[in-house]
T-cell receptor, first 111, second 115 residues
Framework: QKEVEQDPGPLSVPEGAIVSLNCTYS??????FMWYRQYSRKGPELLMY????GNKEDGRFTAQVDKSSKYISLFIRDSQPSDSATYLC???????????FGAGTTVTVRA | NAGVMQNPRHLVRRRGQEARLRCSPM?????VYWYRQLPEEGLKFMVY????????ESGMPKERFSAEFPKEGPSILRIQQVVRGDSAAYFC?????????????FGDGTRLSIL
């Protein structure tokens, strides 16, 4: 079993739809949770960063963490074609510096 | 550009040659991490360095791979006697501090192709 599992997708949604992305994990020591966006042939770009359980909102993006279920989510509201990318979840422990990544979900937003 | 700079962006080597990948961290960042990304897989941690020190190289293959972050200049990931299986995208990230939970900022990677 992988330490971080991410829905493989790919996802294709019409412009304006809500995109829902998820990851599950097995390591209960994870405390920090991140979402990165990666465009083709580019590096991962940090989108959202949360600590422990709860919700965090930033513009059209909402990140949720449910540590009791070992489940994290990213929601993108009013999706745009420019949101078409691969989304990677990543996490680390309290005293850890290495990030554990999901395999990524490729999202296409159709105009 | 104050972001993480990696070069070259693309590198082609023949089997048995050496590959040297360079990474300059963001301004003000003294902690550097290298990750490898294979097709259809997430990024895998390789090594964590501070200036002149390797802190954790638990993700590095035991042979042929080495990394350094000298007092002056960029961090270098060196792969000796490359094989086809080394073909991947190699990403460097940096952070201002090294303790747990520090957000890491990534460069655009070096895509290594082995002929």
């Amino acid at each position: 079993q992988k330490e971080v599992e991410q829905d493989p997708g790919p996802l294709s949604v019409p412009e304006g739809a809500i995109v829902s992305l998820n990851c599950t994990y097995s390591n209960s020591a994870f405390q920090y949770f991140m979402w990165y966006r990666q465009y083709s042939r580019k590096g991962p770009e940090l989108l959202m960063y949360t600590y422990s359980s709860g919700n965090k909102e930033d513009g059209r993006f909402t990140a949720q963490v449910d540590k009791s279920s070992k489940y994290i989510s990213l929601f993108i509201r009013d999706s745009q074609p420019s949101d078409s990318a691969t989304y990677l979840c990543a996490m680390s422990g309290l005293n850890d510096y290495k990030l554990s990544f999901g395999a990524g979900t490729t999202v296409t937003v159709r105009a | 550009n104050a972001g993480v700079m990696q070069n070259p962006r693309h590198l082609v080597r023949r089997r048995g040659q050496e590959a040297r990948l360079r990474c300059s961290p963001m301004k003000g960042h003294s902690h550097v991490y290298w990750y490898r990304q294979l097709p259809e897989e997430g990024l895998k941690f390789m090594v964590y360095l501070q200036k002149e020190n390797i802190i954790d190289e638990s993700g590095m293959p035991k042979e042929r791979f080495s990394a350094e972050f000298p007092k002056e200049g960029p961090s270098i990931l060196r792969i000796q006697q490359v094989v086809r299986g080394d073909s991947a995208a190699y990403f460097c990230a940096s952070s201002p501090e090294g303790q747990g939970g520090q957000p890491q900022h990534f460069g655009d990677g070096t895509r290594l192709s082995i002929l």
